[in-house]
Nanobody, 116 residues
Framework: QVHLVESGGDLVQLGGFLTLTCVGS????????MYWHRQAPGKEREMVAV????????IYPSAVKDRFSVSRDNNANTVYLQMNALRSEDTAVYFC?????????WGQGTQVTVAS
């Protein structure tokens, strides 16, 4: 059974930093790309980071490029999202996501709130 659990969300000050964690189980973690998405109130869910199974390649949209960094520790079945220079528009619930056997799986989400 594929299972993803995010943690690390918090209230942070404008311009601050935070690292989120997602632990996966029930699938071949090291062979599986991992994604981070976020959803702010009243807005569509948007992808904010992608990392390949080996960790050697990442993708970010322009909204977070140069501020967010995704990494992974396959020995621990864990993916991280490092967030820096946080802005009010970064306030959202952050989810980790993966695709296994052509199905999408999501964690429960973790709340990040940037105070202004």
């Amino acid at each position: 059974q594929v299972h993803l659990v995010e943690s690390g969300g918090d209230l942070v000050q404008l311009g601050g930093f935070l690292t989120l964690t997602c632990v996966g189980s029930g699938f071949d973690f090291s062979q599986t790309p991992m994604y981070w998405h976020r959803q702010a109130p009243g807005k569509e869910r948007e992808m904010v980071a992608v990392i390949v199974g080996t960790g050697d390649s990442t993708i970010y949209p322009s909204a977070v490029k140069d501020r967010f960094s995704v990494s992974r520790d396959n020995n621990a079945n864990t993916v991280y999202l490092q967030m820096n220079a946080l802005r009010s528009e970064d306030t959202a619930v952050y989810f980790c996501n993966t695709w296994v056997d052509e199905q999408s799986f999501w964690g429960q989400g973790t709340q990040v709130t940037v105070a202004s």
